[in-house]
């Protein structure tokens, strides 16, 4: 009698056992297929329709004319008071080599690549992107703690990658208006 028991109890959490499995493989299945569809749906629609805000410029022109040339590098504050820092990469170095932002002020970066694909992030803040020849990329950020922070090349593009760094100079908003006041276009770098 008992052993009936024991048997029919073992029966019965077997089918408990089943039920759960099945129940968790049609979840899984739905989650599987619920991210394929993603995938399909954004590669065709990414795929028929580019990403806004996708700028292009010719890297052999850089020098020569247009937003990228040498006196158009640094930070520049607009009439609106808008801060923009424009900078290229190149094979090993960042130009301007130190850079001149303000703390507790939104502050667009729009960079772009002469040669090969670079990139940077800036210290410990969340400012980091890919600079890829051909196109201008472009972000805003804010930095909260003035200071200086280290900007080093994150992408490798070549053997003096390792050596290729820049520097974020963070100043108090005031001393940073001061300085703009002073001259059109900034950087930190020592003469
Ligand atoms: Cu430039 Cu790595």
């Known amino acids: 009698m008992t052993d009936t028991t024991a048997a029919g109890s073992s029966h019965d959490s077997e089918g408990v056992a089943l039920a759960a499995e099945r129940r968790w493989t049609i ?3 739905v989650i599987i297929a619920v991210l394929i569809g993603m995938m399909i749906f954004t590669g065709l629609h990414w795929a028929s329709m580019p990403p806004s805000r996708v700028e292009k410029i ?3 022109t850089l020098h020569v004319s247009g937003e990228f040339v040498e006196g158009n590098l640094g930070t520049s504050v607009g009439s609106d008071g808008s801060v923009v820092v424009r900078l290229i990469a190149q094979q090993y ?5 130190c850079i001149v932002v303000p703390a507790e002020m939104p502050v667009t970066f729009r960079g772009t690549s002469t ?47 390792e050596a290729m760094w820049g520097r974020v100079q963070v100043l108090p908003p005031d001393e940073f208006l001061r300085k ?3 001259a059109e276009r900034m950087n930190c770098v020592s003469r």
């Open 58 to 60: 010719d890297p052999r």
């Open 180 to 182: 703009a006041s002073l």
């Open 27 to 29: 979840v899984v299945g």
């Open 93 to 97: 170095s960042f130009e301007p080599q």
């Open 115 to 161: 040669d090969a694909v670079h990139g940077f992030v800036i210290g410990t803040t969340n400012a980091n992107v890919m600079l890829i020849p051909g196109f201008v990329a472009t972000f805003t950020t804010t930095f909260r703690k003035t200071g200086e922070q280290l900007m080093p090349c994150h992408e490798y593009c070549g053997t003096g990658h």
